[in-house]
């Protein structure tokens, strides 16, 4: 059977749209039967068709770029009460992703819309944020976790005394953490241990075709109540415009890809340009300090023989007064000191 290719925005919005489906879907993932399901994609920009088919130009100027993205945000009710359940889908790995996460997941902890009142104990209002769940759907492994498809990390409440789990629920720390699951989608095809790893062979991208928008299955893997997912997707990969989508939204991945590999590219060089910088800077200081101390030896030395000098002067001066004490003539004081008479006759006088 073929069916479009999930890991893909547009398909995942149209999959997610059919509430049945969507209710299916999230209730596997988080384990909870999903009673009630308020889903809404949000495109934080236009739409894909407005993305310039080069924005990269060779002069490396960017006229323009039109950031397109679907963050999906859904409000679900299960028999613990309402939860928000957000999701992203991580197809190439771009520089910003998880900042983008951080803003997106930051961005729900302020939403007005996902808050609620509850009165205390002392009968006073306050204002509480519903239970967060993030899923991401990476299209790479993670950096040190691998060979496992999904990963969960929970938020729970530990006496750190003793160690163990507080099993009470409290709306305060519920308001201020939150459970995610990491779907590693490389990893999905080589372990299907059981019926959520095999659902979630749908984005397995091992079975593309070769234009990466149409995957192969066999429906009779899948469990029956994970069937609508199977038809939803098959019904996706009829439409010829979902395919057009699909190409355009390869079109706009390929543009961003190649202008955050110019970003990068700007940045190496930069970094590379501020080393060179530094390091001729450094040099440059070096061959001063090497400069000044030569010039600081040289100084010395120049002040050492000067004190030399001096200090050979006055011992010829006070041979020359000696030798008049002790009666000695100026011819007889010249041949012994090598001086001149006129220098002779010049020191006896001082």
């Known amino acids: 059977m073929l069916i479009a290719n999930p890991i893909y925005d547009v398909v995942f919005k149209y999959l997610m749209e ?29 739409e894909l068709e407005t993305v310039p088919k080069r924005v990269i130009k060779e ?127 490389p990893d999905l095809s080589a372990k299907r241990r059981n019926e959520l790893e095999i659902l979630l062979s749908i984005f397995d991208q091992s079975s593309i075709d070769a234009s990466h928008h149409i995957l192969n299955v066999k429906e009779e893997d ?22 057009n989508k699909m190409q355009l939204e390869d079109d706009f991945v390929s543009e961003l890809t190649d202008y955050e590999r110019m970003i990068e590219d700007a940045r190496k060089k930069a970094e590379e340009a501020q080393q060179a910088a530094e390091e001729e800077k450094r040099r440059a200081e070096e061959e001063k300090r090497r400069a000044e101390e030569e010039k600081r030896r040289a100084e010395e030395a120049s002040k050492q023989a000067q004190e030399a000098k001096q200090q050979q002067e006055q011992l010829k001066r006070n041979m020359v007064k000696n030798c008049f004490k002790k009666g000695m003539n100026t011819d007889e004081i010249a041949e012994i000191t090598g001086l001149s008479i006129e220098e002779i006759e010049r020191i006896i006088q001082v």
């Open 59 to 185: 002069d490396n100027f960017i006229p323009h770029l039109t950031v397109y993205r679907l963050d999906f945000s859904a409000k679900i009710l299960t028999e613990e009460g309402e939860k928000i359940v957000i999701i992203e889908i991580q197809k190439a790995k771009l520089l910003n992703d998880v900042m983008r996460f951080r803003r997106y997941l930051g961005k729900q902890y302020q939403n007005p819309d996902y808050f609620y009142l509850r009165k205390s104990t002392h009968g006073k209002d306050i204002k509480y944020g519903f239970p967060i769940i993030s899923i991401y759907f990476l299209g790479e492994r993670l950096e040190h976790i691998h060979g496992i498809p999904v990963v969960m990390v929970n938020n729970e409440a530990i006496d750190l005394y003793s160690g163990k789990k507080i099993e009470q629920r409290e709306d305060f720390v519920e308001s201020l953490t939150h459970k995610s699951y990491i779907i590693s989608i």
């Open 18 to 46: 059919d509430s049945k489906v969507a209710k299916i879907f999230l209730s596997a993932i988080i384990g909870q039967e999903i009673l009630e399901l308020d889903f809404k994609p949000q495109e934080l920009s236009g």
């Open 222 to 243: 899948f469990a029956e109540k994970y069937r609508p997912i199977i038809r939803r997707l098959q019904k996706a990969a009829s439409e010829q415009a979902m395919r």
